[in-house]
């Protein structure tokens, strides 16, 4: 079992930054850690995904996200630049056995936390 808890949602202008904290809790060996996200009425969208400090990104994401973790304080990071209306969702830390990659921290999520909401408007 693994458990998160995502804190550092809020509603940023157009253009602004935000950085998303997930405290992570339980047997995380061999889980590759990451996030999605999910706007009303889209599907999920896998953003980042970080693997012994391998990392991935969606292309919609490359360039302006960054996932990171510190260990130490059981915590992964996904830090956004230049955000963008089209940015919104709720934002979820995930975990998946195994194969990581944006497409699989969705297709094959074994836990997720409960969200955090980011609104970026215009």
């Known amino acids: 079992q693994v458990n998160f808890v995502e804190i550092g949602g809020t509603t940023v202008q157009t253009g602004g930054s935000l950085r998303l904290s997930c405290r992570v809790s339980?047997?995380?060996?061999?889980?590759?850690m990451g996030w999605f996200r999910q706007a009303p009425l889209n599907e999920r969208e896998g953003v980042a995904t970080i693997d012994n400090g391998a990392t991935t990104y969606a292309d919609s994401v490359k360039g302006r996200f960054t996932i990171s973790q510190d260990n130490a304080k059981n915590t992964l990071y996904l830090a956004m630049n230049d955000l963008k209306p089209e940015d919104t969702a709720m934002y979820y830390c995930?975990?998946?056995?195994?194969?990581?990659?944006?497409?699989?921290?969705?297709?094959?999520?074994?836990?997720w936390g409960q969200g955090t909401q980011v609104t970026v408007s215009a």
């Open positions: 995930a975990a998946v056995y195994g194969r990581c990659g944006v497409y699989n921290i969705v297709a094959g999520a074994s836990y």
């Open positions: 339980g047997e995380t060996y061999g889980f590759c």
